[in-house]
Each structure stands twice: as structure tokens, then as C-alpha cells.
């Protein structure tokens, strides 16, 4: 079993930044793609941003030039700096993993962690 831990969440003021982070709790368990999610109320889960283990990243138009994800394999950590956010930035921010074993895909996520952009 792997638990993913997120921290660094909290209120900015608009223009302001943020770096959230997660850490996978089972070391020596290599995860292929690991990321961040986001949930706004009354919205849909939507991709934020991923990673692979080699370092190939995907964002969301929304945040393009403005959000960066990185990571460490050897402990997988993922971090997500936020940079000149907005109102809408305000969600739930989840992190995800996802590893094929055998063929099958398996995912994991965070607890969450809020973050709220307001002045």
C-alpha cells in the first residue's frame, strides 16, 4: 500500500505564490507518473500538471507559464511551485500517482490539500 502526503497548501493573495508537496510514505517503490489534480466546488477533478519519471511534463492550458512541477525518484516527491495565482486557482489540489505492475495501471492520491486564492 502507498499513502501520498501532501502539505503547503493555504490562503495567497491573488499574484501571490505557493509550493505544495507530496511524498510517497513506501520508499524503494519507483512511481511512473506522479502529479496534481485539482477539485473546485461544484467542478470536476481536472489535471493540473504531471510528470513522468523522466522528466516529461504536461499542464493544464490554464496554468501554463505560471506552474512548475518537479520531483526527486529517489524518494517520490513531487512538488508543484504556483506562481502568480489567480482566483480560480482556488481548489482542492490532490497528488496522484500512477505505476503499471503486470500489465495493470494502478493510481493513488492524496488526502487533499486547500488551497485559496483571495484577497
Known amino acids: 500500500q502507498v499513502q501520498l502526503v501532501e502539505s503547503g497548501g493555504g490562503l495567497v493573495q491573488p499574484g501571490g505564490s505557493l509550493r505544495l508537496s507530496c511524498a510517497a510514505s513506501?520508499?524503494?517503490?519507483?512511481?511512473?507518473?506522479m502529479g496534481w489534480y485539482r477539485q473546485a466546488p461544484g467542478k470536476e477533478r481536472e489535471l493540473v500538471a504531471e510528470?513522468?519519471?523522466?522528466?516529461?511534463?504536461n499542464y493544464a492550458d490554464s496554468v501554463k507559464g505560471r506552474f512548475t512541477i518537479s520531483r526527486v525518484n529517489d524518494t517520490n516527491t513531487v512538488y508543484l511551485q504556483m506562481n502568480s495565482l489567480k482566483p480560480e486557482d482556488t481548489a482542492v489540489y490532490y497528488c496522484?500517482?500512477?505505476?503499471?505492475?503486470?500489465?495493470?495501471?494502478?493510481?493513488?492520491w492524496g488526502q487533499g490539500t486547500q488551497v485559496t486564492v483571495s484577497s
Open positions: 496522484h500517482g500512477s505505476k503499471y505492475i503486470l500489465s495493470r495501471l494502478f493510481h493513488y
Open positions: 510528470i513522468s519519471s523522466g522528466g516529461s511534463t
Open positions: 513506501r520508499s524503494g517503490f519507483s512511481i511512473d507518473t
